[in-house]
C-alpha cells in the first residue's frame, strides 16, 4: 500500500506526521512525505496511494493554505488519481463538522492526535502498529517535541482550543527517545513545545526544564541541542546555567514576546510587562554571554495604537534581537480577543506596520550579520546547493535564521559535519565563509 503523508503548518505538526509514518512503514507499507513540494497529477497516476493531509489551523494565512490543499487532493479524487484522502491536524480538530459537509470527497476527519485512528481507518491490520518514528529532516537533525497543548491561554491564540491543555512527556520517554535518533544518525535536536518552560509543571507542579535539558545533554553524541518557544513570564531562571555551563547546548534562546506595550500586552492576557521583558534581556544576555535570541512580534492587535506601534519599534531598533518573526493579527474563533474585542484595525493599517517593522529588523540583521566579518565560527554542513555548501552554526535555527554559505573548492565537505570557517563577507540574509 502506497501512503502519501502531506504535512502543513510548524514543526511539532512535522513530528506528528513522522509518528504517522512510522507506524504506516511498521506495518510494512510504502510511505512519501511531502510539504513544501505536493506530489504531482502524473505521480499520483503512477501510484493512486492513499493520501493523510496533516493540517495547521492557527491563522488565517496557515488555515487557507489547509484548506485549499484539501480542496486540490478532491480535486485529484474526483478524477480517480488518488485511492483514499482523509484529513488529520489542528484544521481538522477544530472544524470537523464544518469541513465534512463541504468536502465530501475526504473520506474520514480526524483530530490532531488520532493517529492510531488514521491507521485503522486505512486498513484494520494496522491498529495496533507499534514503530519508530521517520524522520524526514535531513538526517543530522531532528525536532524534539517535549510536550504538548497549552495553559497560558492569550487573548488571540486558539492552540489551547485545538491542542488542549500542557501535558508533558515523561523524562524517560524524551530520553530513549533523543538516544534512538542518536542511533540513526542525529547529531543535533530542535526542542519543541507549545510552551517550553512549563514542561514539567503538570507532573509535580515545578518546572523541569533545566532539568531535562542537562539530562539530554548527558547523552552521549547529542552534539547541538536548540531551545524553541520559552513563554517569557515565570521564566525558569535556571536554565540559564545550563545553557551557559552545557556546550552542547546551543547559546540560542526563541522567546516569542508578541508584543512590549504595556497597553498591548494586557489586553493580549501576556501575563507580563514592558519592564519584566526588558530585564529578563538584560539577565539572559548577562548569564549567557553572547546568546542569540529570537522573537516572534504581532501588529495591529485590536487597540493597537499608533503609539503603541511606535512603541515597538523602538524596542526593536534598542534592544537588537538577533532574529526576529512577525506577523500581522487575524481574528480566532473562540478566542477572547474574538469575542469581547472589535477588530479595530483596518488590514492596510496592520499591513503598513508589518512592513515597516520587518524592514527595521532587516537592517538590524544586516548589521549584525556584518559585525561577525573576519570571525570564526563552527557550523554544520545542511545540504549543497549550486556552488555553496550551506550551513549553520549555532546561533541559527534551520528554515528561519541566516545561513553560513561555504564556496564549494574542491575541498568536499560532507553533509551532517560539523566544520570551523572564518566569515568573509555578509548580506542582509546569510553570511559567507571558507573553511579553516
Not at 547529531?187 to 507542579?205: C, F, N, P, S
Not at 535539558?213 to 547541538?224: L, S, Y
Not at 549550486?386 to 535555527?397: I, N, P, Q, T
Amino acid at each position: 500500500m502506497k501512503i502519501d503523508i502531506i504535512t502543513l503548518g510548524c514543526s511539532k505538526n512535522l513530528v506528528d506526521s513522522e509518528n504517522l509514518m512510522g507506524m504506516f512503514a511498521g506495518a510494512g507499507c510504502t510511505v512519501m512525505h511531502y510539504d513544501d513540494v505536493l506530489p504531482t497529477e502524473e505521480d499520483l497516476a503512477k501510484t493512486h496511494p492513499v493520501v493523510v493531509i496533516n493540517t495547521c489551523g492557527f491563522i488565517l494565512d496557515a488555515k487557507e493554505e489547509s484548506v485549499n490543499t484539501i480542496l486540490q487532493f478532491a480535486s485529484y479524487k474526483d478524477k480517480g488519481l488518488i485511492s483514499s484522502l482523509y484529513v488529520m491536524g489542528c484544521l481538522s480538530e477544530r472544524y470537523r463538522k464544518e469541513l465534512t459537509e463541504e468536502i465530501p470527497q475526504v473520506d474520514r476527519f480526524f483530530g490532531k492526535f488520532d493517529w492510531k485512528g488514521v491507521l485503522k481507518e486505512v486498513d484494520e491490520s494496522l491498529d495496533e502498529v507499534s514503530a519508530t518514528r521517520c524522520v524526514t529532516t535531513p538526517s543530522h537533525y531532528a525536532y524534539l517535541k517535549i510536550s504538548e497543548g497549552c495553559d497560558r491561554k492569550c487573548a488571540y491564540c486558539a492552540i489551547p482550543i485545538m491542542t488542549g491543555n500542557h501535558k508533558s512527556r515523561t523524562e524517560d520517554d524524551i530520553l530513549n527517545e533523543v538516544r534512538a535518533l542518536v542511533k540513526k544518525g542525529v547529531k543535533e535536536l530542535q526542542v519543541i513545545a507549545q510552551e517550553l518552560t512549563y514542561y514539567g509543571i503538570d507532573i509535580d507542579g515545578k518546572q523541569h526544564i533545566a532539568d531535562l535539558i542537562d539530562k539530554i545533554a548527558d547523552v552521549e553524541g547529542v552534539e547541538w541541542i536548540r531551545l524553541h518557544y520559552a513563554y517569557p513570564t515565570r521564566f525558569p531562571m535556571d536554565l540559564l546555567k545550563v545553557m551557559r555551563e552545557r556546550k552542547n547546548v546551543c547559546k540560542y534562546l526563541d522567546l516569542p514576546f508578541q508584543h512590549i506595550s504595556d497597553n498591548m500586552l494586557s489586553r493580549m492576557h501576556r501575563h507580563n510587562t514592558k519592564e519584566e521583558i526588558l530585564t529578563l534581556i538584560d539577565k539572559i544576555r548577562e548569564e549567557v554571554p553572547g546568546i542569540a535570541l529570537r522573537t516572534t512580534l504581532m501588529v495591529g492587535f485590536p487597540g493597537e495604537t499608533e503609539q503603541d506601534f511606535e512603541e515597538l519599534m523602538d524596542f526593536v531598533r534598542t534592544t537588537r534581537l538577533e532574529c526576529m518573526g512577525a506577523f500581522a493579527y487575524s481574528e480566532e474563533d473562540g478566542t477572547y480577543a474574538a469575542e469581547h474585542y472589535e477588530d479595530d484595525v483596518s488590514e492596510d493599517v496592520k499591513q503598513s506596520r508589518l512592513d515597516r517593522l520587518m524592514a527595521l529588523q532587516q537592517k538590524i540583521s544586516e548589521e549584525m550579520l556584518a559585525e561577525k566579518v573576519g570571525s570564526t565560527m563552527r557550523v554544520i554542513v545542511d545540504s549543497k546547493e549550486g556552488g555553496y555548501y550551506v550551513a549553520r552554526s549555532e546561533y541559527s535555527s534551520p528554515e528561519v535564521d541566516p545561513e553560513v554559505l561555504i564556496k564549494d573548492d574542491g575541498s568536499q565537505l560532507k553533509v551532517g559535519e560539523f566544520y570551523d570557517v572564518r566569515i568573509v563577507d555578509a548580506c542582509e540574509f546569510d553570511l559567507y565563509a571558507e573553511k579553516i
